[in-house]
């Protein structure tokens, strides 16, 4: 893994100055954050924006976190082009998944890079399935793609419970744009991981099974 790559730089601090701005400006942070009323009378770049703006310190440190250690991943496999191009596609990713769950919630609003890094969370393990990562109250080290998929797991449950203040379905939607963005940059890992394509694809699956049968 290479050290941080000044995409990964770039990206953290459009976030940073975005979040530091809204920190310090509500009228700025209601006019660019997620906002289902306002997106379906006009306002698409809200769809972005909102991408960049986070509500605290911590949930800003959390995200570009989780970034700083991913990114280089994805970076090593694809180059930076590639990587910007996963990063806001999942973004879009997230914001068009919680547009359509909530498309008759106007007063749904979100905030937080967390569906685009969740895209390159994804891709990472995808890439990498063998990694092995340590959580809180767990002392060994688990396989990335096992993680992968207890968290979207967590988060159909997230959005079936509306459990806590967390946009659950944007960070599905961003993992989803993760996966199906490194299959079309990297198809030969249906052949050469069939297996784990199919692991990781099994909670989108779910998602909109469930979401066909009006469970979500």
């Not at 893994?1 to 976030?15: G, L, P, Q, R, S």
């Not at 749904?108 to 809180?136: C, D, F, K, Q």
């Amino acid at each position: 893994m290479n050290d941080i790559h000044f995409a990964t730089i770039a990206i953290m601090a459009i976030n940073l100055i975005a979040s530091l701005k809204g920190f310090n400006d509500t009228h700025f942070f209601e006019r660019y954050k997620f906002g289902v009323g306002a997106i379906q009378a006009g306002q698409k770049d809200r769809m972005v924006t909102s991408g960049f703006l986070h509500v605290d310190f911590s949930h800003l440190f959390f995200n570009m976190f989780t970034l700083f250690f991913f990114a280089p991943v994805v970076i090593d496999w694809f180059g930076p082009g590639k990587f910007l191009i996963i990063y806001f596609v999942s973004l879009i990713a997230g914001s068009l998944l919680a547009l359509f769950f909530h498309k008759k919630e106007p007063y749904y609003s979100a905030v937080g890079a967390s569906g685009a890094v969740t895209g390159i969370l994804y891709a990472a393990i995808l890439l990498e399935p063998g990694m092995r990562l340590g959580i809180m109250f767990i002392p060994i080290p688990l396989p990335a793609y096992v993680l992968g998929i207890l968290y979207l797991f967590y988060s159909i449950y997230g959005m079936k419970t509306r459990l806590g203040n967390i946009g659950h379905t944007a960070h599905f939607g961003g993992a989803i744009g993760g996966f199906v963005t490194t299959l079309l940059f990297k198809p030969d890992l249906f052949i050469t991981d069939t297996w784990m394509v199919i692991l990781l694809a099994v909670p989108i699956i779910i998602l909109f099974i469930l979401g066909k049968m009006g469970k979500l």
